[in-house]
């Protein structure tokens, strides 16, 4: 408690107490949360690992599907091909709740432009592109499902953190502040209760000492 003066009077010592009642409670709920979002982070970081193990697999598949595609055909029939597709896509962003964080949930919405249509002629392409396309649009879902979780993992993270500095600053610097200044109070507040004692047995002596030599 260097450099910071404390009065050592009853009021204060019922007020650091009280302060510090709260804080060991505060400190016992923030290592819960910490736990808790520990716990929760460990579970997206296994749905991430699985995840994108599956869209690396999609995106290898639609790669080499497309490398092939550009093999057999010409880079200028292969750009006019992919010029008009058949579906748009809409992403709308909405948000879910995580132990008192925000994190994102991700909706993907498609629309046919084109219904009667196919995005490109089959007589100029070849079959290649086909499976390109089938591999690329299946692994999309994937690909947004693993935005979603890396985002949220990434918040969760940032909130372990925070929550770790508030744990030790509690464990280690506030709640050992209050423990020395209760002890030094209450250290005082028995001192000044000895004094005030011999104070009184002396005086008591006194009296004692001019009532004997009153009768004398």
């Given at each position: ?7 050592p009077?009853r ?10 009642k709260?804080?060991?409670?505060g ?5 819960d949360?910490?736990d ?6 460990m ?9 994108r193990?599956?869209?690396e ?19 200028e ?5 992919l010029m ?6 809409e992403v ?6 995580i ?7 991700f909706?993907r ?10 995005c490109?002629g ?7 592109l ?10 999309f ?8 979780i890396?985002?949220?993992?990434q918040l969760l993270?940032?909130?372990i953190e ?10 280690y610097?506030k709640?050992p ?12 507040l ?6 005030n004692t011999?104070r ?11 009532a ?5």
């Open positions: 408690m260097a450099g910071k003066t404390i009065n009077t009021m204060e010592l019922t007020r650091l107490k009280a302060k510090q709260t804080a060991l409670r400190h016992k709920l923030l290592k949360k910490r808790g979002l520990m716990k929760q982070f579970q997206e970081v296994r749905r991430t690992r699985q995840l193990k599956r869209v697999e999609g995106l290898a598949q639609a790669n080499a599907a497309f490398t092939v595609a550009s093999a057999v055909m010409s880079p029939m292969l750009e006019q091909a008009a597709p058949r579906l748009s896509t709308t962003v909405d948000q879910r709740n132990m008192s964080i925000a994190v994102p949930v909706h919405a498609e629309q046919e432009t084109q219904p009667d249509l196919a490109y089959f007589a100029q392409t070849s079959g290649e086909d499976d390109a396309v089938d591999a690329m649009s299946s692994v879902q994937d690909m947004l499902r693993l935005a979603e890396e985002k949220t993992s993270a940032e909130e925070k929550t770790r500095r508030r744990v030790n600053a509690l464990e610097v709640i502040q209050m423990e020395e200044a209760i002890q030094y109070i209450t250290m005082k028995d001192e000044n209760e000895r004094g011999t009184l047995m002396k005086v008591k002596d006194m009296v004692l000492q001019d004997h030599h009153y009768k004398s």
